[in-house]
């Protein structure tokens, strides 16, 4: 991976060193864009992932990446967005909180103009789903279908396996 910190040591949210937005002032600001127009804004969300995961693994799983191409590239990295948008399947999940679509996606516009505003006119939408957790906690689970067999298989395969 050439470079890269991985995995990266600490991250860099509550650190005034010029990785992220809300920790510099406007002076600081206006000196970067002057360098720099890019603003990556990671979207994670906070939900569910079983006994083994924590529940915001998403969202800092890509606030990590999204730090470590700043360090690299001298662009600025916005507070994640810690709550996403979930299938209406969700709600009532211990542990999820969903944010209805129509919601979500205003405040991504919202989002997206304020820091337009600054000035930032290169703008990156990250988002993350992934993992890290306590193996010794995950459960071994059987896959049910909600269709009947036949319709489309437990890995969600529409054509079947080997069927294109």
């Known amino acids: 991976m050439g470079h890269w910190q991985l995995p990266p040591e600490g991250g860099h949210m509550e650190r005034p060193d010029g990785v992220y937005y809300q920790t510099m002032n406007m002076t600081e600001i206006n000196a970067r864009l002057k360098k720099n127009d890019l603003i990556i804004i990671p979207v994670g969300s906070t939900e569910c992932h079983g006994a083994a995961q924590p529940l915001g693994e998403d969202t800092f799983l890509v606030s990590r990446i999204t730090e470590q191409v700043a360090l690299k590239t001298g662009c600025t990295v916005a507070e994640p967005v810690w709550y996403g948008s979930h299938p209406y399947n969700h709600l009532g ?65 529409v054509y079947g396996p080997g069927r294109h």
């Open 93 to 157: 999940m211990p542990g999820t909180v969903v944010v209805p679509e129509d919601a979500f996606l205003a405040n991504l516009r919202a989002v997206i103009a304020g820091f337009w505003n600054t000035g930032f006119r290169k703008q990156i939408l990250l988002n993350g789903h992934g993992e890290f957790m306590h193996m010794e906690l995950a459960v071994d689970t059987k896959p049910e279908g909600l269709l009947p067999p036949g319709h489309v298989d437990k890995g969600g395969e």
